[in-house]
């Protein structure tokens, strides 16, 4: 069973940075693709960002295209987020996900992700 546990969430004012990671219990970047979600209070949970197991590929939501870098160290069996240019909108609780699907075009949904963690929580001040 594969286990994550995200960490990094706080307060920040917009405009601020955060770090989120995601520490994995196995090998488990190397075989899976691992993604980002949040979900707001009152809202579904959405795709924010998803890094391929091979080649390191990348793939962002537009709401955060630009300001938000997903990436990982298989070494240390860690994904990151480096969230830049927060914004009072980008509140939430934030889950990783892995993933072992081979279909691309799938990544961006919920129902995709048989393994999830707990999640962090980010708040964004005005």
């Known amino acids: 069973q594969v286990q994550l546990v995200e960490s990094g969430g706080g307060l920040v004012q917009s405009g601020g940075s955060l770090r989120l990671s995601c520490a994995a219990s196995e090998p488990t970047l190397r075989r899976y693709t691992m993604a980002w979600f949040r979900q707001a209070v009152g809202k579904e949970r959405e795709f924010v960002a998803a890094?391929?197991?091979?080649?390191?590929?990348?793939y962002y939501s537009d709401s955060v295209k630009g300001r938000f870098a997903v990436s990982k160290d298989s070494a240390k069996n860690t994904l990151y987020l480096q969230m830049d240019g927060l914004r009072p909108e980008d509140t939430s609780i934030y889950y990783c996900?892995?993933?072992?699907?081979?279909?691309?075009?799938?990544?961006?949904?919920?129902?995709?992700?048989?393994?999830w963690g707990q999640g962090t929580q980010v708040t964004v001040s005005v």
């Open positions: 996900a892995a993933t072992n699907t081979g279909i691309m075009s799938s990544i961006r949904f919920t129902r995709s992700y048989p393994h």
């Open positions: 890094i391929r197991r091979n080649g390191g590929y990348t």
